[in-house]
């Protein structure tokens, strides 16, 4: 039971990385102040090391991972548009940023709890990625 559920618990973390990732990129361009931008691509850049390492993971169960749902993909990407197109202020970035660590977070203690069998390497990934996604929640409150 071990493997399969390690091989879920890394599909979930890919899939919530790669949804992350795009997230950011979906709001970069509009941040104006510098501090927030950076922490931004800092935090862009941890998320693609850690997909990169779940990917490897993944590689080595001859596995190709997730994609994030394209629905939820796309209510995203209209939500960040049309709440940017009435006000493009990092207040709002920061607030799309808070409900997305918010929902990632939610999420992968769940897949933890739901996948209890799966291995201590994919479990620390999980509790990893919730850790990042903890710190880019501390971080955008500057900005609220």
């Known amino acids: ?72 993909r796309g209510m995203s990407f209209i939500k960040t548009n049309v709440k940017l197109v009435l006000n493009e202020s990092d207040q709002t970035i920061a607030d799309l940023m808070t409900d997305g660590c918010n929902m990632g977070i939610k999420s992968l203690h769940k897949y933890l709890n739901q996948y209890q069998a799966a291995d201590e390497t994919a479990k620390d990934i999980a509790k990893r990625l919730i850790h990042l996604e903890e710190n880019l929640n501390a971080g955008m409150q500057d900005y609220l």
């Open 1 to 72: 039971m071990t493997e399969p559920d390690t091989i879920k618990l890394l599909r979930e973390c890919d899939a919530g990385i790669k949804t992350g990732i795009a997230s950011i990129d979906d709001v970069l361009d509009y941040v104006s102040d510098s501090g927030f931008k950076q922490k931004l691509r800092n935090c862009k850049s941890e998320h693609v090391t850690m997909m990169n390492e779940i990917q490897s993971l993944l590689n080595q169960y001859q596995d190709d991972g997730k994609e994030p749902d394209a629905l939820a």
